[in-house]
């Protein structure tokens, strides 16, 4: 049992908590809670380690699982040390990153029908991260893509705001994030950015087609030479005086939106079909 806050394994880990350039040399993140610990694939586990207080109950839910890791029982002042919550669970681990290229996301989307993209520039709130992550995931979004200034996506705060959708939605960060613009504008893929100075409704538009929706900064928006970039500006209608919506809330309407269309679209053929069929 580690017992000790100088143990290397308790510094590795509080490391990783607090510094992405930890995180990026070592190749893993952490991942706390239970809930985490049920969604991270076991092949991508590292290593856990188990609050000495919760032990008994984690062994006798998850003691099939727990058998084929590595996993050792820290103390409980030392586990809470090691830990980013105020709350501990009483479980952690170390998880390898996940890796994606540009082709393997093409394909993926292929796979998917029409590709969903969602392109974040500059993101800096851990918590608008992992919830566009969890909504994206819900949406059937084909994968994300940010700019280098946008929040490390293993911040532990992000980790646990996706509740698990970083281990199964596709992600990368673009060195150009208009090249990236430029290259699935190419492709075929419409590209819509979300801005004050649109002229439609976000449901103006229709994205039943292969589409992305461009996000930028929580506080100054898309920069002008990456909007320009873009298909078309959209705005979402404000009663009141709210000017902007929370970046998390807005790529979520827009998400849905486009997940609307698609299924009201599929929804109408099958009708068709079956009408057809009748005939």
Do not use: W
Not at 22 to 46: H, N, T
Not at 134 to 155: H, K, P, W
């Amino acid at each position: 049992m580690i017992t000790s806050n100088g143990n290397a394994s308790v510094k590795e880990v509080i490391q990783l908590n607090q510094k992405a350039k930890a995180r990026s040399e070592s190749g893993l993140f952490v991942a706390e809670g239970v809930r985490m610990f049920e969604e991270v694939p076991v092949d991508r586990i590292e290593r856990v380690y188990v609050a000495k207080r919760a032990e008994r109950e984690l062994y006798d839910t998850y003691g099939e699982k727990l058998a084929g890791l590595s996993a050792q029982i820290v103390a409980d002042d030392v586990f809470d040390r090691m830990c980013d919550t105020r709350t501990p669970q009483g479980v952690l681990c170390l998880v390898r990153q996940f890796a994606y290229d540009a082709q393997a996301m093409g394909e993926a989307a292929k796979r998917g029908g029409a590709p969903l993209f969602l392109l974040l520039e500059d993101l800096q709130d851990p918590g608008n991260l992992g919830t566009i992550f969890r909504t994206g995931e819900a949406a059937g979004v084909s994968g994300i893509l940010m700019s280098r200034g946008t929040v490390d996506v293993y911040n532990p705060k992000v980790i646990r705001a996706t509740m698990g959708s970083v281990c199964r939605v596709p992600f990368l960060y673009a060195d150009d994030l208009c090249g990236t613009i430029r290259a699935l504008r190419e492709g075929g893929v419409g590209v819509y950015a979300a801005h004050l100075g649109g002229t439609a409704f976000y449901d103006d538009f229709d994205y039943r087609a292969g589409c992305a929706f461009l996000i930028g900064n929580e506080g100054n928006g898309l920069r002008r030479e990456t909007a320009d970039c873009a298909d078309g500006l959209l705005k979402i209608p404000m009663a009141g005086r709210v000017e902007s919506l929370n970046a998390a809330v807005a790529a979520s309407l827009l998400m849905y939106e486009a997940a609307r269309q698609r299924r009201a679209g599929i929804e109408t053929a099958a009708r068709r079909h079956e009408h057809d069929r009748r005939k």
